[in-house]
């Protein structure tokens, strides 16, 4: 297992290569760069940019040296932990991922909790329901909620927040909070605002994971060792438990490496809409005005942990499914 | 209830109501397994063979229901119960499951959960019927690989199902229905999914274990090779209904019901002369949809007329203990025209 362990990451480091090539390609790819946006911004303000400027700004970051250096001079700052320096926001790329990465990671795992939290239960309660009324009350709000867009639940919720429960629209705290010092009081304002981007972002996913795991369970449900093991006299709550849900949770398992990405990110359009600061948000402005080391960096890291994610998420089945060996 | 059977099957209907209509699977089944010896249940897949030992257990699947009948169950304490009676999920049936009635599977691989070791599936057997401590079990169960042939059965409990053969999972599942010491043992098709060399030799073990513990053994198959070495006594079934019933010996050399002396037709045969192998007409009907009459008429060849489509066939006595439901042998006046037409037709 160790063995296979090592092995994993060592291929892990051409494989990042390749991706890291790539994403600089991409970024490159489209007419302009950061300076053009830059310089669209500062005469829509009315700022006149002489020539010598927009020289020193090149110059700056190195845009005229030829395409294999900067790659090389934007790759090896990863590995100092120097992820480059946002053009348009003229801050470092850690400070800005910095800022917003506990947020971020905050808002993704209560989505995950809320999401598990729901779906699970409901998808074994259907399942064990099959066709009873409450089984077709819970499919149709499943598929509802399958159905829905996010940023139109995120409008419909921010409105009802505001209606009814007085609470300001978007973002994660009140105005008479923001910049203060974290107090009992800021946390209990935060728990206020973190519910909508929680149910918001959680909405589909729960609703697909009530389908998933009814239908999942619902196959391991009739396969014949379920019938052994009532032959044997097991509870029938035991036996479920023991046996078929035992098996039907292992696919959740192995895609769970594919949420590191996504919590490192959060969701962009949801995160625009609530005006989170998140880093979605962060990803989607950056791609706009081709910030290219912002934009190129973040893409690399959610490359980074998809890339380990997938490795959990192995390693993860292995430990739960005697049948898979990797040696 | 007769003081030598352990079981006693009378008269049992079992229905599934389901949106597509009613499926019938068993249609008034009696049938009784003495203590000790051992009953062959045969027919064709789908005949009902599989539902009566569900419905033994009170294990059928989702939606099916016992309408009428009895199930009499000669307990480890001497007391006769109703099985048909018992709530299903109740405290009464889950101590005879695996406790005092034991079922070992058709297909071993899929019978067994591929992410539980055999130690953890076997072990869960004497957690639920014994006291035992769990010493007690380890050494119990390993006793009881060992017995059933397990090479190395202290290293092999820890392994889990998918490390073994087909014929050494059978033997595992064998040693897991021995272990709480039940008094009947269910065989559904014990043998159809193993390789032909092993088939035997599981055969062997199955009467071997039945001698020595002195078990009743239900075996159900659609194989009647196999029944002629196994069992002292064979229920032929058809859609539901037991259509004949004779001593082993009986049966084969003087079968009397048109749909068993077809299935010994069909019996393929190693000598002789080569010839294409008999096969019986048409397909079962689906139980959704009894025939008329006797359930075998559209697909019998020895059809006397229309009595055999407007009245049904009763049980007769032909003596010796071989029973037949034919009208060949029973004169036409004593078919039964069934009085709650809901049980039968629909």
Not at chain 2, 101 to 110: D, K, L, R, S
Not at chain 2, 201 to 222: A, C, D, G, P, Y
Request: proline share 6%; glycine share 8%.
């Amino acid at each position: 297992m160790v063995h296979f362990i090592l092995r994993r990451l060592m291929v892990m480091i051409p494989t990042l290569v390749a991706i890291s090539m790539l994403v600089f390609f991409l970024i490159q790819l489209p007419p302009g760069d950061a300076i053009t946006s830059r310089l669209a911004e500062l005469h829509a303000e009315g700022a006149e940019v002489s020539e010598a400027q927009i020289a020193a700004l090149r110059a700056r970051f190195h845009l005229d040296d030829p395409m294999p250096v900067q790659y090389f001079r934007w790759v090896t700052g990863f590995l100092r932990g120097d992820f480059g320096y946002s053009i348009v926001q003229e801050q470092p790329v850690n400070v800005l991922v910095y800022d917003r990465l506990g947020y971020t990671v905050l808002i993704a795992i209560s989505c995950v909790l809320f999401t598990w939290v729901i779906g699970f239960p409901i998808g074994f309660y259907s399942a064990i329901r099959q066709y009873s009324a409450s089984d077709y009350t819970f499919t149709i709000i499943a598929f509802l909620g399958m159905a829905t867009p996010n940023f139109l639940l995120a409008l419909g919720l921010m409105y009802l927040g505001h209606r009814y429960f007085g609470t300001t629209i978007g973002g994660l705290f009140s105005p008479e909070y923001m910049g203060e010092p974290f107090s009992f009081g800021k946390f209990v304002d935060l728990l206020k605002h973190l519910w909508i981007p929680m149910v918001v972002v959680g909405m589909a996913g729960t609703a697909g994971l009530v389908r998933v795991m009814r239908a999942n369970l619902l196959d391991e449900l009739q396969k014949p060792y379920v019938v052994t093991a009532r032959a044997k006299g097991v509870g029938s709550l035991r036996l479920i438990f023991k046996y078929p849900v035992r098996i039907a949770i292992n696919p959740f398992i192995s895609t769970i490496g594919w949420m590191l990405p996504m919590i490192f990110s959060g969701d962009a359009i949801v995160g625009v809409v609530l005006n989170l600061p998140t880093i979605g948000p962060l990803l989607l402005s950056s791609l706009m005005t081709q910030d290219m080391f912002l934009a190129g960096s973040l893409i690399m890291i959610m490359s980074t942990l998809t890339v380990l994610g997938t490795l959990i998420s192995d390693l993860a089945l292995a430990a739960l499914d005697p049948r898979i060996r990797y040696d | 209830m007769k003081e030598e059977n352990i079981v006693e099957v009378e008269d049992l209907f079992i229905r599934f109501y389901r949106d597509e209509g009613v499926i019938k699977p068993l249609n008034g089944v009696s049938l009784s397994i003495p203590s000790g010896k051992s009953v062959g249940v045969v027919g064709e897949s789908g005949c009902g063979k599989t539902m009566t030992a569900y419905a033994l257990l009170r294990i059928l699947p989702r939606g099916g229901e016992i309408v009428r009948g009895a199930l009499r169950f000669k307990r480890k304490n001497g007391e006769t119960i109703d099985l048909a009676q018992l709530d299903e999920k109740g405290k009464t049936i889950r101590q005879i499951r695996g406790g005092e009635i034991a079922m070992i599977f058709q297909e071993p691989m899929t019978a067994f959960s591929p992410v539980h070791t055999l130690y953890n599936q076997i072990s869960e057997v004497l957690r639920i019927h014994s006291d035992m401590d769990e010493e007690a079990i380890r050494k119990r169960v390993v006793d009881l690989l060992g017995h059933v042939g397990i090479p190395d059965p202290e290293q092999r409990a820890d392994a889990y199902p998918f490390e073994f053969s087909g014929g050494m999972r059978q033997r595992a599942m064998i040693a897991m229905a021995l272990a709480s010491n039940p008094r009947l043992l269910i065989a559904d098709e014990p043998t159809t999914a193993l390789d032909v060399t092993v088939q035997a030799q599981v055969l062997r073990l199955i009467k071997k274990i039945q001698k020595e513990f002195n078990l009743s053994l239900m075996l159900i198959t659609h194989d009647l090779g196999v029944i002629a070495h196994m069992v002292d006594y064979v229920y032929v079934m058809y859609m539901g209904e037991v259509v004949e019933a004779a001593p082993v010996g009986e049966l084969f050399e003087n079968p009397k019901h048109p749909y068993t002396i077809d299935l010994l037709h069909s019996i393929p045969k190693m000598t002789g002369p080569r010839e294409e192998l008999a096969h019986i007409e048409g397909t079962v009907p689906h139980s959704a949809a009894l025939p008329p009459g006797c359930m075998f008429h559209p697909r019998c060849r020895k059809r006397v007329g229309k009595t055999c489509w407007t009245r049904e066939p009763g049980m007769t006595d032909l003596g010796d203990g071989h029973y037949v439901r034919c009208f060949i042998h029973s004169p036409a006046e004593s078919g039964i025209s069934r009085e709650s037409e809901d049980l039968t037709y629909a």
